[in-house]
């Protein structure tokens, strides 16, 4: 898992007047709602005594313990100690890491990590998703549905396999072409931030309400993947014949090394009617369930060390270009290592935020162990 990036940590509906705990990164976090209803993101463990701050309240726009009432606001920082004087002096440790929050899309995305605001990557938006903006501005060319998914499955595995377009034909009965496998090859467009690709496939029957709409006797299909790495945010668009358009949208967030959380919109340009919403999300969850049944049990269960100890081939070139920005995150020291802390109950750890990255003196939680990253001659080179 790595830090500094950001990921989506919970949809804005789900974010009221409550403090709500979420997980990110084997990490505990808490979100929260300020007077002006501006969402903040910090770290869940109280600093006193280790209380659980997503068990408390929200008082006047900070967050309050749930133990002895300490409050802080949306930056970390500790602004009441019940137990003091009212003008006694907070101690210079009395802070908690707040992570950068945006809300988009009707996400809550927070940076999990430490880089100043200034090297801080963009999370997409117009540029990945224009529909959603036009839709804002009363467009009602797709109808939505969206939702959420708990892949029980290591999160580069599961962001592997949607960019393996090899997979669809027999994994998913929707449209994969058991009678057609061929991945025509493809290049794989690689920015500073995302990767696409391209594909054609041979049509495969449609079932049900979508039947009427696709029919049979269609051409092949233009389907195009992409993935923004920085946000974590995956886009697939799949044209099932001229005119006819449907995509989805979703996010990928590690809870840990072996689940993995993705909140979905899948927007389409036919069958509009609220009536086919029902069936609409029955598809997109169906394919989800159905990558599930192979990334529960693949081996390893996170992606191996060494790209030699599985036999890669042209059509995974998409997932190559990914696991490259992963390597490369890698060797700048931001890959959390978890076997060191697996198990270990004497010690509440933080996800170092931006102002632990600005000085990281006066913090009462360790910062998670890093693996050690490369010296960057070698960065360059990789
Ligand atoms: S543990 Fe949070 S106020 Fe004491
Ligand atoms: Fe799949």
Not at 19 to 45: E, I, S
């Amino acid at each position: 898992m790595l830090i500094n990036t950001w990921y989506v940590v919970a949809a804005s509906s789900d974010l009221n007047t409550e403090p709500k705990g979420v997980r990110a990164l084997g990490q505990d976090l808490v979100l929260f709602r300020d007077r002006d209803g501006k969402a903040h993101c910090c770290g869940n463990t109280c600093i006193h005594r280790g209380g659980s701050l997503c068990d408390g309240k929200v008082v006047e726009g900070t967050l309050q313990c749930p133990y002895h009432g300490w409050r802080f606001d949306g930056a970390g920082a500790c602004v009441e100690i019940p137990s003091n004087l009212p003008d006694a002096k907070i101690p210079k440790r009395g802070r908690i890491d707040s992570y950068p929050v945006k809300e988009q899309w009707g996400w809550i995305f927070a940076f999990l990590g430490d880089l100043p605001r200034e090297e801080q990557p963009e999370i997409p938006d117009e540029d990945l998703f224009p529909e959603y903006y036009a839709q804002d501005k009363g467009s009602d060319a797709y109808a939505y549905v969206s939702g959420v998914f708990l892949f029980e499955a290591n999160w580069v595995r599961a962001i592997d396999n949607v960019l393996d377009p090899a997979h669809a034909f027999h994994v998913h009965s929707a449209f994969g072409n058991l009678g057609n496998q061929f991945v025509p090859p493809f290049k794989v467009d690689v920015g500073s931030g995302h990767t696409l690709s391209r594909h054609r496939f041979a049509p495969v029957d449609k079932t049900g309400k979508w039947r009427e709409e696709i029919p049979d006797d269609r051409g092949d299909a233009d389907n195009q993947i992409q993935f923004h790495f920085p946000g974590m945010i995956f886009r697939n668009d799949m044209y099932p014949r001229p005119g006819m358009h449907h995509f989805v949208v979703s996010s990928y967030t590690p809870l840990n090394e072996y689940q993995t959380l993705s909140y979905f919109i899948h927007g389409r340009n036919f069958a509009k009617e609220d009536e086919h919403n029902e069936d609409g999300l029955k598809r997109v969850v169906n394919v989800m369930e159905e990558d599930q049944v192979i990334l529960k049990k693949v081996k390893p269960l996170q992606m191996p060390l060494s790209t030699t100890e599985e036999l890669l081939i042209e059509a995974d070139s998409h997932l190559v270009e990914f696991r490259k920005k992963v390597k490369a995150s890698e060797a700048r020291g931001w890959r959390i290592d978890s076997k060191k802390i697996e198990g270990d109950e004497e010690h509440a750890w933080a996800i170092p935020s931006p102002a632990r990255g600005a000085d990281s003196k006066n913090w009462v939680l360790k910062p998670l162990p890093l693996r050690e990253g490369k010296p960057k001659s070698a960065q360059a080179a990789e």
